[in-house]
């Protein structure tokens, strides 16, 4: 494109919140032939909510949340926050304090959760960490199969349910036993199948990939309309999934938020960082949609095309 095309596209992408970080990038996507969403925070909302909590133990609800959200505490994944956000509610209403007073200072504070060590975060599995000595793991199955948790059948019914329905079923063992389940959704962004639906018939071809486990993915994808879904993938291979679309000289197209996405969003011909983004994502990508609304993809993808084809 000439320099004057290039300057007016990035004008009227930037008219739209469509940062296009240079003529290369404009360029590249109009031969998009496919598109790959991560699923989390870029296909959904981003707004992980607890729906269900299931304890599988002597632990009450009250309790159960506490040492659960004592371990998420450290961790910065949405599914965590999710879980520390809705302990915190539950401990509020359920155990306000003794004058009755409550104010957002409570809310923030603390101290309600029990003192954690040792805390390591397991990508694409979940959390481990120490609290009264004993171990608790919070995460998927993978997590649970390599700490040798057994999961009783009656338990992997009950996962098996939520994942059926679109959510992600969080374990948590404790002392080496498993102890309870939680449910999280995240609704899909309004936009999302409208989208899907749009970049069809464009000819580009949409994929979802995700760290999330396959029931839930197949879920999400079928209500959205998305037929090629990978995942289970660890964050790494992210990427791979990429490349080994591009080995037939295909152009590839990533759209993702997380710090998780940006190897992905680098590997991608062109990536597409959505919404607040991290900085690292941000830095990745050769567009930044800043109003997270899923059409600015196809405006992207518009935008370029109609910047070559009127060159032509
Ligand atoms: P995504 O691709 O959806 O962003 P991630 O790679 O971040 O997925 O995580 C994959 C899976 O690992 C999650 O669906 C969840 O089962 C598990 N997981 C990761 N981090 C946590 C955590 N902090 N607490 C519980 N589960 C987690
Ligand atoms: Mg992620």
Request: proline share 3%; charged share 25%.
């Amino acid at each position: 494109a000439t320099p004057t095309a290039v300057m007016v596209a990035t004008g009227v992408g930037a008219t739209n919140g469509v940062l296009i970080k240079g003529g290369d990038a404009l360029e590249k996507a109009h031969k998009v032939k496919y598109v790959i969403f991560d699923k989390t925070g870029t296909l959904t909302q981003g707004k992980a909510t607890v729906t269900t909590t299931k304890v599988f133990s002597e632990m009450d609800r009250g309790e159960f949340l506490t040492l659960v959200a004592s371990a998420e505490a450290s961790s910065e994944h949405p599914l965590a926050k999710a879980i520390v956000a809705y302990a915190r509610h539950f401990h509020f209403f359920d155990e306000s304090t003794e004058d009755g007073e409550t104010n957002n200072k409570d809310l923030q504070n603390s101290g309600w959760l029990l003192n954690t060590s040792d805390f390591s975060a397991l990508p694409g599995k979940g959390i481990q960490c120490l609290v009264n000595e004993k171990m608790i793991l919070v995460g998927n199955r993978k997590l649970m199969s390599e700490n040798t948790i057994t999961i009783p059948d009656h338990v992997e019914k009950f996962v098996e349910d939520l994942e059926e329905s679109g959510k992600t079923g969080v374990i948590v063992a404790y002392n080496g036993k498993l102890v309870g389940v939680m449910g999280i959704a995240d609704p899909l962004k309004r936009e999302a199948a409208v989208v899907v639906e749009g970049l069809l018939r464009m000819g580009v071809q949409p994929i979802m990939v995700t760290g999330d486990n396959w029931r839930t993915a197949r879920a999400v994808a079928k209500e959205v309309g998305i037929k090629d879904v990978r995942a289970e993938v660890m964050p790494a291979g992210k990427a791979d999934v990429i490349r080994s679309l591009q080995k037939d000289g295909s152009t590839v197209a990533m759209v993702g938020d997380g710090i998780n996405d940006s190897p992905a969003l680098a590997a991608a011909d062109v990536g597409m960082a959505i919404g607040a983004g991290t900085d690292v994502a941000i830095e990745a990508a050769d567009y930044v949609l800043m109003r997270n609304n899923l059409e600015d993809v196809i405006t992207a993808i518009d935008l370029s095309r109609k910047t070559l084809t009127r060159i032509r």
